[in-house]
């Protein structure tokens, strides 16, 4: 019951938080928006008990990949975009309400024509570890995670090859 | 997992890994040897050496049944040596017409060789894989390496144009493919590919989320393969990218895009109401044969007209893939070993061509003028990459084509196959106009005009490109090359795994 109700509070934030990223008039706004998204995705990652990616997701997006973002947004320096001053209220609850009776249409379809999934309920009590994550990386995926190295030494290689060459 | 058994296993699967290791560890060699000896006019020989190395290994297993290495996540041996031979051949080919291409602009840089390396080897990847996750980084390592070799020409605009260009709209495409991975996951539960059929029948119910996944992961795989309502990226791409590098894209990333394909539609979905994504191809195969030959009449720069053919070429293949019988995958293997040799020679003759530092965005058919009778050599083997383009009878292309149509004609596609016949009827226009340019128009200058446009052609790549026209005329008359992929998808000799 508890995690029901984690999962549909974190799921209406991260939706609210990526709503109001795309609302959002300044670049900047618009990124601190993506952030409470990214949280609250990594929030419903832990109550899938997969700790490790939930770790991941808030160093890796939340932090080193967003810090690039303001970055790159406070050099372009953009300007913010024109206000939604135009759209006036009555638009605004017309829309909402189209929205939540697409939605239901959608849903009632989907049913009707027995095209969800069903629900299950996996068993995920280790899935989410590092060390179950390590072991199946460094074993069955060695491969793959060899290539994966490969592909990163590419990109940096083109990186520098095509910012830093002199080209005469 | 018990740890130290695994690593024996692992050890134990070397050997069918062979090429990819190989082509890994000499694309690290040669980029910490740049850093020593830089720009080392040794590393392209090095590279094309290591090419040859690979494929002389994957000759050994062309006669093997096909197995699985490394927990199930590549194939090695049968079909996938095959493919394998097709892309090294394109990789070494690249390599040699690049070396006085890129010397000539001054791009002989030793990364590049490096990254045709990194290119190939996550092609054999791709075309080895037996995996979702195979089949991305496989798809992923090449594309990157791909955007990087495109973007070398940077002054000019054109280089910058068509890599952003390749970049943007294949990160895009990348998206779609990743969500349908996931989807598909979600639906069957493993990301084995002779595993999902099974998968998805123990879950029941997931309709929806599962032809969702293979739609999704359609639309990547055909943006890779440059199907026609995802196709247009390839004029700009091709046409700004450094040509013998073009040639590369267009033979080795589409032959390894496809070889994944076979292997998701024979293995994966098979067994599975096959109707549906048949019906699906045989749209996108027939919207794509017509456009690539219509959009190809009309264009005045030959390297444009080749990236729409290539479009065209495409939707040759996608024919038999329709048939989704044995014979239509082995056809499709075959065609692109031909295909392979056609592209890479006639961008080969392009590269060749560009002889007055003009970059091949600028060179239109106009300027080709008379290039047959000054140069007989390259205008041979023109001939020869053109008539096999067409589909001419003693060249390769003849039987590919039949390789191609055929089966789909026994699996009741005729109408799809009336129409592939009259679009390639309709391609001879295009492909007999540079023909004609380069044999019956004479260029009318004057003495010192065709002393400025003398050029050499360097003895190397003219040897590769006679060999590759060589091929091609004789390809067609030894059906080994033929009826080695069919064994692949005889049942009665692998017991169903090719």
């Keep these: ?168 | 997992m018990d740890l130290a058994g695994a690593y024996e296993g692992i050890l134990f699967d070397v050997a069918g890994g062979f090429t990819l290791l190989l082509l890994m560890t000499a694309g690290v060699v040669c980029i910490v040897w740049d850093i020593f000896s830089n720009d080392d006019p040794v590393l392209p020989v090095l590279a094309a050496m290591t090419c040859v190395v690979a494929a002389g290994w994957e000759v050994r297993g062309l006669d093997a049944g096909s197995s699985t290495a490394f927990y199930d996540l590549i194939r090695a041996y049968g079909l996938t040596s095959y493919i394998n031979i097709t892309l090294l051949i394109s990789a070494l080919v690249s390599i040699v017409l690049s070396v006085p291409y890129l010397n000539r602009i001054r791009r002989g840089y030793g990364e590049v060789y490096a990254l045709i390396l990194f290119a190939t080897a996550g092609a054999v990847m791709l075309a080895s894989a037996n995996s979702l996750v195979t089949v991305f980084v496989g798809l992923e390592t090449m594309s990157i390496a791909l955007y990087i070799l495109v973007g070398l020409v940077r002054q000019g605009g054109g280089g910058i144009e068509s890599a952003l260009k390749y970049f943007l709209l294949g990160a895009f495409s990348t998206g779609f493919f990743l969500y349908g991975i996931a989807l598909l996951y979600g639906a069957t539960g493993t990301m084995i590919l002779p595993d999902l059929a099974a998968g998805f029948e123990a879950r029941g119910s997931m309709m929806l989320l599962f032809w969702a996944g293979v739609a999704l992961f359609l639309v990547g795989f055909l943006f890779k393969v440059s199907a026609v309502p995802f196709h247009m990226w390839t004029p700009d791409v091709y046409q700004g990218a450094p040509t013998p590098l073009t040639g590369y894209m267009s033979t080795a990333s589409k032959a390894a895009a496809f070889a994944a394909l076979i292997l998701v539609l024979y293995y994966g979905l098979g067994d599975l109401a096959a109707t549906k994504w048949q019906t699906a191809l045989a749209v996108v195969a027939l919207v794509t044969m017509v456009g690539g030959n219509i959009f190809a009449l009309v264009q005045n720069n030959v390297k444009r007209m080749l990236a729409y053919s290539s479009v065209a070429h495409a939707g040759y293949v996608l024919v038999a893939l329709v048939a989704g019988t044995g014979e239509g995958y082995a056809g499709a293997a075959y065609y692109l070993l031909i295909y392979s040799f056609m592209n890479l020679g006639a961008f080969g003759v392009m590269a060749l061509l560009e002889w007055d530092q003009k970059e091949g965005s600028e060179q239109t058919i106009d300027s080709l003028s008379g290039v047959g009778l000054r140069k007989p050599i390259l205008g041979v083997v023109m001939t020869v990459f053109m008539f096999s383009l067409i589909g001419f009878p003693p060249f390769g292309g003849f039987f590919g084509k039949i390789a191609v149509f055929a089966p789909a004609i026994e699996a009741g596609f005729t109408w799809l196959v009336i129409v592939g016949v009259l679009a390639s009827a309709l391609s001879g226009y295009y492909y007999l106009r540079v023909l004609y340019v380069f044999w019956m128009r004479p260029q009318s200058w004057s003495a010192p005009q065709v002393q400025a446009h003398k050029f050499p052609v360097p003895s190397l790549s003219a040897a590769v490109l006679v060999a590759c026209a060589v091929v091609l005329t004789v390809i067609g008359f030894v059906p080994v090359v033929r009826d080695l992929p069919m064994v692949y998808f005889d049942v009665a000799f692998t017991g169903g795994t090719p």
């Design chain 1, 1 to 168: 019951m508890l995690a029901e109700s984690l999962f549909v509070m974190l799921g209406t934030l991260s939706v609210i938080g990526a709503l109001g990223m795309l609302i959002a008039r300044n670049p900047v706004s618009s990124a601190l928006w993506l952030i409470l998204t990214l949280f609250c995705v990594a929030g419903l990652y832990l109550t899938l008990s997969a700790e490790f990616i939930a770790v991941v997701q808030v160093l890796v997006y939340a932090g080193a990949i967003m810090v690039l973002f303001l970055f790159v947004i406070m050099l372009l320096n953009l300007g913010t975009m024109p206000t939604m001053k135009g759209v006036g209220w009555k638009k605004a609850v017309g829309f909402v309400l189209c929205v939540v009776v697409l939605t239901q249409l959608v849903l009632i379809g989907a049913t009707g024509l027995d095209l969800l999934p069903a629900t299950e309920v996996v068993d995920v009590a280790n899935a989410g570890s590092a060390t179950t994550i390590a072991k199946s990386l460094f074993t069955r995926y060695a491969l793959a995670f060899e290539v994966i190295g490969i592909l990163l030494l590419v990109a940096t290689i083109g990186a520098v090859m095509l910012a830093k060459r002199r080209f005469a």
